[in-house]
Structures are given as structure tokens and as C-alpha cells.
């Protein structure tokens, strides 16, 4: 099926193209003539091949066919991308490649097989021809220069070059602002190595140049908070955790050990900071509501801890809150009810397992752990926690 749609569509182009082309000859005064032509010839015989269902054969017959003039270089364009991604890379070079080697090209033209020539060797693996076109591109500052930083990035992002991603991020934020998420993330991996081996003041100046670009950044604000506890700033990390709790609070989870950590050092009001939390929000997130439970145990009655968790719940189903009421209460009942209650811990338990936590809002991927880039759009910071008994 597909294989047809792609046919169809190459013919349509084909004789677009060739119409473009008979129509340039003609105003350029080499009028071809109207029957037995190489050229009608060539596309009868091209046609021939195609109904006899050879279509490799029909493909090179078609495009010897159309001449290359100003008028069907975009037909051509359009030629070598669709083999590009019909899978038949090999064919999209030699075409792209024929194309560049035209002397009367205007330079717009020029450009643009360059890009699709460079994205040709990209789909092929072929990243040092790819990028020594790409940056051409871009030094020249062609008015496809922001498309070729576009291409550029992701071949330095692929090979985790992590210093060259960022020069060429920092030229390509200047051309599209919501480049920022992207870079912040560039600038939390370039502090990655510099943290493992703990050159701290290194790995600080990233981070923060993270967040200066996008002061939403949360993945900087938790290596921040984790960074400043490892070496003893408690106060420092904990301003950081209040950051992000100010900036998402949905992300709070993420940051429960390090908050636990910071009440150790007698850095952070915890109860507090829960109940901001929960305040801050009409849904909080359940694992936050559970802490606050917890920390509630200390001083409060079974019955108040049940209806604090119980009112959350009725707001939004959790099957996590659910686990937390019946093992809350199986201690507190008699010997047959402790055995109901187990039944019913063993098949919301069942019922937890394998469901995702994280779910990507770009392609809809679900995980159980967060990642920072979607393994499958490559998306960066575009998976975010799900509430709810979705998520256990
Ligand atoms: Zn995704």
C-alpha cells in the first residue's frame, strides 16, 4: 500500500516536473518537438516500466528524463527526499549529490540540496559528511541557517558532544526562544561528568547557567538541592527544593528524599513545606500527601490521619493513597479483619503494578521512571508525572 502511495506520488511529481521542464526549454528557445523527442521518449519508456510493475527501472528511466533546469530543481528536491524517506537513502544521495553538482544553481537552490543532502548522510549515519555541510550552512548565514542549526544540534545531541551542542544551542536560541528547555538540558549533562568526578564549583556554574536559561529548569534545580546536601550546605539545598516546589510542584516527589534529608539537618520546616505544597494546589501530588501522613503519625490520631488522606482521595482516586489506608488501618483491627484487609492490600497491589508513572505529553510514551529526554520523540522535559489512580 505504501509502496503505491509512493508511486502515485512520484509519477504526479515526475510529470510536474517534466511539464516545468518542457515549459523552461521552450521559453529559453529549444523547443523540443511535440512527438518522438529523447525526452517523450524517455518518459513513455519510464511509463512502460512503471505498468509493468518494475519500478526501480521506471524511478531512473523518469529521472533521466527530467532535465534539471531552474524550473524542476524543487521537482528533483522533492525526488531525493521522498527516496530518503522511503528508506532508499543511497538513491536520495545520488540525486541530491547530482543536483549540487549544477553550476547554474542559484544559491538559494544550492542550499537547500545542500540540507537535504546533509540530512540524506544524517539518515545514514554518515554524522562528518552531515555536519561538515550543516556548518557550511551555517557560516554562511543562509536563510535555511536556522533549519541547518536545527540538524546540527541533534547530531552533536546523538553523540553526546555535549560542549559542541551547546555553542551551536547558544547560536540557535538566538533564532527560536523556546530553544531554552533543550539547552538547559545540554548545560545539566555537560555538569554530569564534573559532578562524578566531584569538581563541585564546575558543576555549580552549569547548573546554573542551566537555569539562567531557563530559570523553569527543574532537573538543574534538583541536582542543585542534591549537590549543596552532598556538601554540607543544607540551607543551600533546601533553597533550591523551595525553588522548585515554587516552580512545579508535580516534581515534588522527585525531590522527597532530598526534603527528607534537609529535615535531618534541620534545614527545612518539612510539615511546612508539605502543607504549602498541598495548599499550593487543587490536586497535590499523592506521594506528598503520603509524606505529610507520615509526618502527621507523630501527633495526630489514627481517625485524623484517615480522613486527611480519605479527603484527598475522594478528590482524586489514588490507588497509592488506597495502599496507605489498609496498611494504616490492618494494624488496628481484629485477626479476621487484618486477613480481609490483605486480600484487599493484594489485589491493589495488582492492580499498581505495570502501570506507568510518567507519561510523555509530546508522544504520549509512558514509563515508570522519569526521564528527562522521551526515548521515543526525543523530546526534552516533555514527560511529566501523572496524578491519579492512573499512576497507582
Ligand atoms: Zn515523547
Same mark, same amino acid.
Given at each position: 500500500?505504501?509502496?503505491?502511495?509512493?508511486?502515485?506520488?512520484?509519477?504526479?511529481?515526475?510529470?510536474?516536473?517534466?511539464?516545468?521542464?518542457?515549459?523552461?526549454?521552450?521559453?529559453?528557445?529549444?523547443?523540443?518537438?511535440?512527438?518522438?523527442?529523447?525526452?517523450?521518449?524517455?518518459?513513455?519508456?519510464?511509463?512502460?516500466?512503471?505498468?509493468?510493475?518494475?519500478?526501480?527501472?521506471?524511478?531512473?528511466?523518469?529521472?533521466?528524463?527530467?532535465?534539471?533546469?531552474?524550473?524542476?530543481?524543487?521537482?528533483?528536491?522533492?525526488?531525493? @527526499?521522498?527516496?530518503?524517506?522511503?528508506? +532508499?537513502?543511497? *538513491? !536520495? =544521495?545520488? %540525486?541530491?549529490?547530482? /543536483? #549540487?553538482?549544477?553550476?547554474?544553481?542559484?544559491?538559494?537552490?544550492?542550499?537547500?540540496?545542500?540540507?537535504?543532502?546533509?540530512?540524506?548522510?544524517?539518515?545514514?549515519?554518515?554524522?562528518?559528511?552531515?555536519?561538515?555541510?550543516?556548518?557550511?550552512?551555517?557560516?554562511?548565514?543562509?536563510?535555511?541557517?536556522?533549519?541547518?542549526?536545527?540538524?546540527?544540534? @541533534?547530531?552533536?545531541?546523538?553523540?553526546? +558532544?555535549?560542549? *559542541? !551542542? =551547546?555553542? %551551536?544551542?547558544?547560536? /540557535? #536560541?538566538?533564532?527560536?526562544?523556546?530553544?531554552?528547555?533543550?539547552?538547559?538540558?545540554?548545560?545539566?549533562?555537560?555538569?554530569?561528568?564534573?559532578?562524578?568526578?566531584?569538581?563541585?564549583?564546575?558543576?555549580?556554574?552549569?547548573?546554573?547557567?542551566?537555569?539562567?536559561?531557563?530559570?523553569?529548569?527543574?532537573?538543574?534545580?534538583?541536582?542543585?538541592?542534591?549537590?549543596?546536601?552532598?556538601?554540607?550546605?543544607?540551607?543551600?539545598? !533546601?533553597?533550591?527544593?523551595?525553588?522548585?516546589?515554587?516552580?512545579?510542584?508535580?516534581?515534588?516527589?522527585?525531590?522527597?528524599?532530598?526534603?527528607?534529608?534537609?529535615?535531618?539537618?534541620?534545614?527545612?520546616?518539612?510539615?511546612?513545606?508539605?502543607?504549602?505544597?498541598?495548599?499550593?494546589?487543587?490536586?497535590?501530588?499523592?506521594?506528598?500527601?503520603?509524606?505529610?501522613?507520615?509526618?502527621?503519625?507523630?501527633?495526630?490520631?489514627?481517625?485524623?490521619?484517615?480522613?486527611?488522606?480519605?479527603?484527598?482521595?475522594?478528590?482524586?482516586?489514588?490507588?497509592?493513597?488506597?495502599?496507605?489506608?489498609?496498611?494504616?488501618?490492618?494494624?488496628?483491627?481484629?485477626?479476621?479483619?487484618?486477613?480481609?484487609?490483605?486480600?484487599?492490600?493484594?489485589?491493589?497491589?495488582?492492580?499498581?503494578?505495570?502501570?506507568?508513572?510518567?507519561?510523555?505529553?509530546?508522544?504520549?510514551?509512558?514509563?515508570?521512571?522519569?526521564?528527562?529526554?522521551?526515548?521515543?520523540?526525543?523530546?526534552?522535559?516533555?514527560?511529566?508525572?501523572?496524578?491519579?489512580?492512573?499512576?497507582?
Amino acid at each position: 500500500m505504501q509502496e503505491l502511495m509512493f508511486l502515485g506520488l512520484f509519477v504526479v511529481a515526475l510529470a510536474i516536473g517534466w511539464y516545468l521542464g518542457r515549459r523552461e526549454a521552450i521559453k529559453v528557445g529549444f523547443m523540443l518537438k511535440p512527438h518522438g523527442s529523447a525526452l517523450d521518449r524517455q518518459y513513455f519508456i519510464g511509463l512502460n516500466y512503471l505498468l509493468n510493475e518494475q519500478p526501480d527501472e521506471a524511478i531512473e528511466t523518469f529521472i533521466r528524463a527530467l532535465e534539471v533546469n531552474p524550473e524542476t530543481v524543487e521537482t528533483h528536491i522533492a525526488i531525493g @527526499k521522498l527516496f530518503c524517506q522511503r528508506g +532508499d537513502v543511497e *538513491r !536520495a =544521495i545520488k %540525486v541530491h549529490q547530482n /543536483l #549540487l553538482a549544477r553550476p547554474n544553481l542559484s544559491r538559494e537552490q544550492a542550499d537547500h540540496v545542500q540540507l537535504e543532502l546533509a540530512r540524506d548522510y544524517l539518515a545514514v549515519g554518515m554524522d562528518h559528511r552531515a555536519e561538515r555541510l550543516l556548518e557550511e550552512l551555517v557560516e554562511v548565514r543562509s536563510p535555511l541557517r536556522e533549519e541547518a542549526l536545527v540538524d546540527l544540534v @541533534k547530531v552533536y545531541e546523538r553523540e553526546h +558532544d555535549w560542549r *559542541r !551542542a =551547546i555553542q %551551536v544551542g547558544d547560536k /540557535l #536560541l538566538r533564532e527560536r526562544a523556546a530553544f531554552s528547555v533543550t539547552l538547559a538540558h545540554y548545560y545539566c549533562e555537560s555538569a554530569q561528568l564534573p559532578l562524578k568526578n566531584n569538581e563541585l564549583p564546575q558543576a555549580r556554574s552549569l547548573l546554573k547557567q542551566a537555569l539562567e536559561i531557563d530559570p523553569q529548569c527543574i532537573r538543574a534545580l534538583l541536582l542543585l538541592a542534591e549537590l549543596e546536601m552532598d556538601q554540607g550546605q543544607a540551607r543551600d539545598g !533546601a533553597r533550591w527544593l523551595q525553588r522548585l516546589a515554587d516552580t512545579d510542584s508535580d516534581f515534588v516527589p522527585q525531590a522527597l528524599p532530598l526534603i527528607r534529608r534537609c529535615a535531618d539537618n534541620a534545614a527545612l520546616n518539612v510539615p511546612l513545606f508539605l502543607d504549602q505544597v498541598i495548599a499550593a494546589s487543587a490536586y497535590p501530588p499523592m506521594p506528598v500527601i503520603l509524606a505529610k501522613a507520615d509526618e502527621m503519625r507523630a501527633s495526630a490520631s489514627l481517625s485524623e490521619i484517615s480522613q486527611f488522606v480519605l479527603g484527598h482521595i475522594q478528590q482524586r482516586p489514588s490507588l497509592r493513597g488506597l495502599l496507605y489506608l489498609i496498611d494504616l488501618h490492618s494494624d488496628h483491627v481484629d485477626a479476621r479483619g487484618r486477613d480481609n484487609l490483605l486480600i484487599l492490600r493484594s489485589i491493589v497491589e495488582a492492580l499498581i503494578t505495570g502501570k506507568p508513572a510518567f507519561r510523555c505529553s509530546a508522544c504520549g510514551f509512558s514509563a515508570k521512571r522519569l526521564h528527562w529526554q522521551c526515548p521515543t520523540c526525543h523530546g526534552w522535559s516533555t514527560i511529566r508525572p501523572l496524578k491519579g489512580s492512573e499512576t497507582a
